[in-house]
């Protein structure tokens, strides 16, 4: 028999377009246990078919500048702050940009983003950034977006008129946790970054890393942000910890709690896109193809920033096997 909380919270979300899920509801999403935990993912891939385009996105990323940023994230191993086993490297060029998006369209990508290691770009860099885009766009049939650090209003109009879409920038946990996880800038500085790239026309691409330790009312807290921010895609992440960073012997979240993570910031934000990147590997393992069920609706292929993902074709045919049962 379907859990009665979850019933009478999804049935209001279909039935009275002005409702928003609670705070109070949505810590009684977070404590659910056992056979629940089923009915909350049946009653999150209800609410998806409900409110977004029936099709999965795919997303896939160049790690376009590697390495020697000078933020300290616990998670991170690009930051200088940790000793890690990674290729450094400067800004790559226009054409090796160029090169990868339309290999990557061939391999069934529809959005294409170039991701930078470091706090900011310099406007040179962001120059580089702009004639890529303009390239890539009248070469390809690619969403592109850009995930650059901070960003100034000027750069970010930049970006718009260079046929930039979307600009992704994590605010990564919850405000009440992030001290613990970065003390070389501010929360306030990564939601003004979001603010300078929607002013300017950029949607704004904004998510997290899961199982960094944060508890379940934090992942509330979070989710509620992100829906007070309008962001239009939230990409979720999980922790895979890496050695040398301080979160290296993290332990990571169980399959299940990670699929319930997702349905919950799917009951919070219902018609947002929710895309499942970097970390499914390591903490779904075999529950990987669990994560359309649990309300996501776009997911990340191939190779993450430091990082291998798992084979292409084997995540083409998992979704072209969800969207199947969804005809």
Request: proline share 3%; glycine share 6%.
């Amino acid at each position: 028999m379907l859990n009665k909380s979850i019933f009478s919270i999804t049935e209001k979300i279909f039935n009275n377009k002005a409702y928003s899920v609670s705070e109070q509801e949505a810590l009684i999403l977070a404590n659910l246990s056992g056979d629940a935990i089923i009915d909350f993912l049946a009653c999150a891939n209800r609410i998806t078919s409900a409110f977004l385009p029936k099709e999965i996105f795919t997303c896939t990323i160049i790690n376009a500048k590697s390495g020697h940023c000078s933020q300290d994230c616990a998670f991170c191993a690009q930051s200088a702050h940790h000793q890690t086993d990674i290729r450094t490297y400067p800004l790559l060029s226009k054409a090796k940009m160029v090169a990868n998006a339309l290999e990557m369209e061939k391999t069934g990508a529809t959005y294409f983003s170039m991701v930078t290691s470091g706090e900011r770009l310099t406007d040179a860099e962001i120059e580089t950034i702009c004639s890529a885009t303009a390239e890539i766009k009248s070469r390809t049939s690619l969403t592109v977006c850009g995930s650059l650090g901070m960003l100034t209003r000027r750069q970010a109009q930049s970006l718009k008129q260079s046929g930039m879409t979307n600009y992704h920038h994590n605010l990564e946990t919850a405000e009440s946790f992030f001290d613990r996880i970065c003390t070389t800038h501010t929360y306030a500085e990564d939601i003004e970054t979001l603010k300078a790239a929607t002013s300017s026309g950029l949607l704004a691409c904004s998510g997290c890393i899961l199982g960094i330790g944060e508890s379940w009312a934090q992942r509330v807290e979070l989710a509620f942000t992100l829906k007070e921010l309008n962001v239009k895609r939230i990409p979720i992440n999980f922790l895979n910890p890496i050695p040398g960073t301080r979160l290296e012997h993290q332990p990571p979240l169980s399959p299940m709690d990670a699929l319930k993570s997702i349905a919950l910031f799917r009951f919070i934000n219902p018609k947002t896109d929710i895309t499942i990147c970097g970390g499914r590997e390591h903490t779904l393992k075999e529950y990987q193809s669990w994560i359309f069920m649990a309300g996501a609706n776009g997911v990340m292929i191939g190779n993450y920033l430091t990082t291998r993902g798992r084979d292409m074709q084997m995540d083409l045919e998992m979704i072209d096997t969800w969207q199947h049962l969804r005809e």
